[in-house]
C-alpha cells in the first residue's frame, strides 16, 4: 500500500489568522492497474527515473548517493510481457551524494574515471514474469567492463499522464553488485564493496 507523508484529502494553511482549506485535488492518474499497459515503445522519463546507490562506510554508516536523468526505451507487449526489452543510458556526471568533494572524487580514474567513461549503460537480456511483478536478466558496463547483473523488478503503476496526454508506466526495482568488478577497488574493504541499488523508473509512451 502507497503512504503518503502529506494527505491528499484538504492542505489547511494558517496566514495571518485565517484559516484557509485548499481545494480537494484529483485523484493521481497512475494506478496499480496493469490493465491500463496497452503496450508498444516507452521512452524513460528522465525527470522521474533515478538510481539510488548505498554502499557501508567503514561499519559506520551506510551511505546514499543518485543518480537522476538517465535515457533508454522500454518495449512491452502485455500479451507477451516476457518479450520485454529495455536499455537505459546512464550519465555518469549526474552522480550527487550531497558532498561536493566525494562527487568529485568519485569522477575520478580510482572510482568511474567519468573523463573516459561518461556513462554506464544496462541492457536487458531476459524477463520472467511473477504476476505484476518482473526478474529482469541483463549486462550492466561500467568504466568498459561488462557484467551480469538480474534486477527484481515490481510494478508500480501506469495511467495517462494529464499534460502530456500520454501512457506513464512505471517500476521499482532493487539489486546488489559488486563495485570491484568494474575495476573500482579502492578503499576496499575498508568501505564496502557490496552496492546496493534502488531503480525508480518512469516510462512515457511514443
Known amino acids: 500500500m502507497r503512504k503518503y507523508l502529506i494527505p491528499a484529502a484538504a492542505l489547511v494553511a494558517l496566514a495571518g489568522g485565517t484559516v484557509v482549506v485548499a481545494q480537494q485535488m484529483p485523484a493521481a492518474p497512475g494506478t496499480e492497474d496493469v490493465s491500463k499497459v496497452t503496450g508498444g515503445t516507452y521512452a524513460i522519463d528522465p525527470g522521474h527515473t533515478q538510481i539510488v546507490f548505498a554502499y557501508d562506510h567503514m561499519g559506520f554508516s551506510n551511505n546514499l548517493g543518485i543518480i537522476a536523468q538517465p535515457t533508454g526505451t522500454l518495449t512491452l507487449d502485455p500479451k507477451n510481457p516476457s518479450a520485454a526489452k529495455v ?3 546512464i550519465p555518469i556526471a549526474h552522480l550527487k ?3 561536493a568533494d566525494l562527487d568529485t572524487h568519485l569522477m575520478k580514474p580510482e572510482f568511474f574515471d567519468s573523463a573516459k567513461f561518461p556513462k554506464a549503460t544496462f541492457v536487458s537480456t531476459g524477463v520472467k514474469i511473477d504476476g505484476d511483478d518482473a526478474e529482469i536478466t541483463g549486462n550492466l558496463t561500467i568504466k568498459g567492463i561488462t557484467k551480469p547483473v538480474t534486477l527484481d523488478a515490481d510494478f508500480y503503476g501506469a495511467g495517462i499522464q494529464p499534460m502530456s496526454k500520454k501512457e506513464n ?13 568494474f575495476g573500482m577497488t579502492y578503499g576496499v574493504p575498508m568501505v564496502g564493496d557490496t552496492i546496493e541499488l534502488k531503480i525508480i523508473a518512469a516510462f512515457e509512451k511514443q
Open 87 to 89: 536499455s537505459v543510458e
Open 97 to 99: 551524494t550531497g558532498v
Open 169 to 181: 508506466i512505471g517500476f521499482n526495482a532493487t539489486t546488489t553488485v559488486k563495485r570491484s568488478d
